[in-house]
């Protein structure tokens, strides 16, 4: 079976989400054949990353107007219709690649791969992952035959929203396979460790202030991965020498699983992989539009705490959780369940299924 995923890096979440479908596909089927694309950048590979550095200008520094767009586009839902130059390419890639499968964990995607099937009469079934806790209207798209989802609420809205209950299916939000296949946490009890990371976007707003005030808590070790943001790792390895910094790694399951508490962006792959690791969260000034839903998801669900706005007491609440074993726990238990909730289906389980039932038509 060939597998085309398409994707793009509108912030890092959508391509973590290609990368953690790809592997769980291939271990579990060792015949299928998986290419991953990056479709903005294949579609306008002089543009793109123009395209992408105007995106992350916007999410970065332009709140409102990033915020703005997103709920315009929620309301006046417009199905996309590509150029003919766009339709060529998309029609080149396809007779490269032979998908017997599209999977797309890009609205963009979605849209473009829809248009494409309705112009061309192709049947090449299309299936589209939702990487946030939103079932935002630019997600759904003609042409659909598997929705992925991560939560019983977003399938429910997608129902309300016309689309079959028999596309939609609870999977979660992707997570590499060493998130599922984590040890049971071991509470180190003669040490805190906080672990701050920043999101694909960069750093946590107000980070030097955050970082002072957190530094006069004893006995307490601090983690902080930058990624791929070496300004960042630089900034931070000069100024801070007490602390662990941690530029790209393979290994953010294993420093998830030894915190107590992780700070973070609220972003929806770091969300679902600290709801495998067990690691509460401590969300603070969610700004954009998904990153609030998801916090309110956190905050409703008592899986972490949401600071939505930095303020003089943040640094003391975030001491007291961290200091609280008791509340930790229930916020671990509470995880637990909901992992439990919305583990119905493998997504390689569900594409199984569909070609088993195609096949027996």
């Not at 395209?51 to 990033?66: M, P």
């Not at 007491?313 to 238990?333: C, P, R, S, Y």
């Amino acid at each position: 079976m060939n597998i085309l995923i398409l994707t793009g890096k509108f912030g890092m979440g959508h391509n973590a989400a290609a990368l953690a479908i790809a592997q769980e596909i291939t271990a579990n089927n060792k015949d299928a054949a998986i290419n991953i694309v990056d479709l903005p950048q294949y579609l306008f590979p002089n543009l793109s990353k123009y395209i992408y550095g105007l995106f992350n200008i916007i999410a970065e520094k332009c709140h409102s107007i990033y915020n703005l767009v997103n709920r315009f586009s929620e309301q006046a839902k417009v199905e996309i219709a590509p150029p003919n130059k766009i339709f060529n390419k998309l029609q080149m890639l396809i007779d490269k690649e032979q998908p017997n499968l599209i999977i797309s964990t890009l609205p963009l995607c979605s849209q473009f791969i829809s248009a494409y099937k309705k112009k061309t009469n192709c049947n090449i079934p299309l299936a589209t992952c939702i990487t946030d806790i939103s079932a935002h209207k630019e997600w759904l798209s003609p042409n659909t035959e598997m929705y992925f989802v991560p939560t019983n609420d977003i399938k429910a809205e997608l129902i309300k929203s016309g689309v079959g209950e028999n596309l939609v299916f609870v999977t979660g939000i992707p997570v590499k396979l060493q998130f599922k296949n984590l040890n049971p946490r071991t509470n180190n009890i003669n040490k805190k460790n906080i672990l701050i990371m920043g999101g694909g976007l960069g750093l946590l707003p107000d980070m030097d202030k955050l970082m002072t005030g957190l530094q006069s808590e004893e006995n307490l070790h601090i983690t902080v991965i930058t990624g791929n943001n070496q300004k960042a790792f630089n900034h931070l390895t000069a100024k801070y020498k007490d602390l662990e910094i941690v530029g790209f790694t393979d290994k953010v399951s294993e420093y998830m699983q030894k915190a107590d508490i992780i700070i973070t962006k609220s972003g929806g792959i770091t969300m679902f992989e600290a709801l495998h690791s067990k690691t509460p969260m401590v969300i603070i000034e969610p700004f954009l539009e998904q990153e609030r839903q998801n916090a309110l998801f956190i905050e409703e669900n008592h899986i972490g705490k949401v600071f939505w706005k930095l303020q003089k007491n943040t640094i003391g609440e975030i001491a007291q959780l961290l200091n609280n074993k008791v509340e930790q726990k229930k916020m671990q238990n509470n995880m637990n369940d909901l992992a439990n909730s919305i583990a119905k289906y493998q997504i390689s389980d569900v594409i199984d299924q569909y070609y088993l039932r195609k096949m027996a038509s």
